[in-house]
């Protein structure tokens, strides 16, 4: 017995020596990664690497396939040629009526109408007027105030019935990209006192509908889908829940998220819907098959009045930088119907404890190669070839709709290794040996 107990201390006492070494190892990358890991982490949360994540998710916009125009939609836009071809500056409100009776007589199931008429504009008021009152197929819009006596909003034209009417506002991230559309909101209150007349937009007590919206829910009833609120105050229609932004979804930190808001799914740069112009649709030049049943839009597309965003789509571009108003509307609409109707899927973000796992799974990727790898040729293709994994599997993802963090993972992969592989080499060039016997 006792020469068998001595074997097995010796063949222990073997694999000891053994697999110490790469107990060792495995105990600095776990270390290295774990520092490295917490470090992001912590960025995210002061919001270092916002901005690269931004960046990275207007990027990934930029990839994907267009998809084709939204059948169901259609724009008409005021171009620099209408205002030229009609010499009318702005568009006179008896215009305005003439076109929605054209448009009428074709039939659409609702027409958003992206023109604040608070105020007279040329003649024709009374005829526009009464146009908007008693058709129950035009949605109308205002502006909500800021919050400061001298921006009070501007309300819907007069007489307008507010279930038809709808705020036109965005919320617009820092850097003036537009990502984020607001579904709901409660206007801000007016701070100190003000004289400024109450209406729709900044009356704090109402709780407003957006354009957008206003106008996907008119034509969903035609499909005999109603809006929901769940208990915990979440939108579905039918079986689709859009699911609210919340401040730290995705890349963003802290995001101001005050309302209901969602993130904008873009379906194309430029051709969201089928567009014509304001004078085709007045010279009856307007296949009536366009108009029928689907989702009018009639709003400003030319750079003469300041209703455009940046957008994810806008970086590099030397020319077409800016979306109008009417077409970023028209994106949202489509987002909603795409969801509702044709399963196509809103975004989605992972929770926290997923992002951890999914920045440390990396760190250690990096760690781990770094340490089984000497040649820094063989280790600098071999971390591009990674960097081109991680890249490759978040774009993947996102083109499922999941918006997955991009910046932090790569950073904790580069991180890691380099940590590693500086550790290494401070180690081989006796630097820790000739410290520790100084210290001794």
């Known amino acids: 017995m006792s020469k068998i107990s001595n074997k097995i201390r010796s063949a222990a006492a073997q694999l000891s020596q053994m697999y110490k070494p ?80 054209k448009l009428k007589k074709m039939q659409p199931a609702v027409i958003g109408l992206d023109v604040l008429r608070d105020v007279p504009l040329g003649d024709g008021r009374e005829e526009l007027t009464k146009i908007l009152q008693k058709s129950d197929r035009i949605i109308g819009v205002c502006l909500v105030t800021d919050g400061s ?54 009356d704090n007590s109402q709780v407003l509908a957006s354009f957008n919206l206003q106008l996907a829910l008119r034509y969903l ?36 998220v005050r309302g209901y808001q969602i993130l904008i799914n873009y379906r194309s740069r430029q051709q969201v819907a089928n567009q014509v112009r304001i004078t085709d649709v007045l010279e009856g030049k307007v296949d009536p098959n366009l108009v ?9 597309t030319t750079e003469t009045v300041k209703d455009f965003f940046y957008t994810p789509y806008s970086g590099r571009q030397q020319s077409n930088q800016f979306m109008p108003g009417i077409v970023a509307h028209a994106q949202v609409v489509s987002q909603i119907l795409s969801a509702v109707l044709d399963n196509r ?38 971390f591009g070839a990674m960097l081109s994994g991680c890249c490759a599997i978040s774009f993947g993802i996102f083109l499922l709709g999941g ?3 991009v910046a932090a993972p790569a950073l904790a992969l580069i991180l890691t290794g380099g940590s590693i592989v500086s550790a290494e080499r401070f180690n081989k060039a006796g630097y820790g040996k000739a410290i520790s016997d100084r210290v001794k």
Not at 170 to 196: C, E, N, Q, W, Y
Not at 223 to 239: F, V
Not at 292 to 300: E, L, P, Q, S
């Open 22 to 101: 790469s107990l060792a190892l495995v105990r600095s990358v776990l270390i290295a990664s774990a520092a490295v890991t917490l470090s992001l982490m912590g960025a995210r949360q002061l919001g270092i690497l916002e901005p690269v994540e931004l960046s990275a998710y207007d990027q990934m916009v930029r990839w994907r396939p267009e998809e084709q125009p939204d059948s169901r939609l259609l724009v008409v836009g005021i171009t620099e040629a209408d205002i030229q071809k009609l010499k009318q500056w702005p568009i006179s409100d008896r215009k305005i009526a003439e076109i929605l009776q």
């Open 149 to 202: 006596p001298d921006n009070p909003g501007s309300p819907p034209p007069p007489g307008m019935p507010e279930n038809r009417v709808g705020f036109a506002d965005f919320g617009v991230d820092p850097g003036g990209i537009l990502r984020r559309a607001l579904l709901f909101m409660k206007p801000p209150t007016i701070k100190g006192k003000s004289s400024t007349q109450k209406h729709l937009c900044n």
């Open 221 to 256: 009833q035609g499909q005999k889908i109603s809006p929901q609120l769940a208990p915990d105050q979440s939108l579905w229609l039918g079986k689709t829940q859009l699911k609210r932004l919340e401040s730290n979804d995705g890349g963003y930190n802290n995001a101001d």
């Open 292 to 300: 029928k049943d689907k989702i009018v839009f009639i709003g400003y």
């Open 345 to 382: 899927p809103m975004f989605w973000f992972w929770p926290k404890w997923a992002e951890i796992l999914w920045i440390s799974a990396w760190s250690i990727v990096g760690g781990t190669l770094a340490s089984r790898m000497a040649h820094p040729a063989k280790l600098t293709v071999t």
């Open 403 to 405: 918006w997955v963090p």
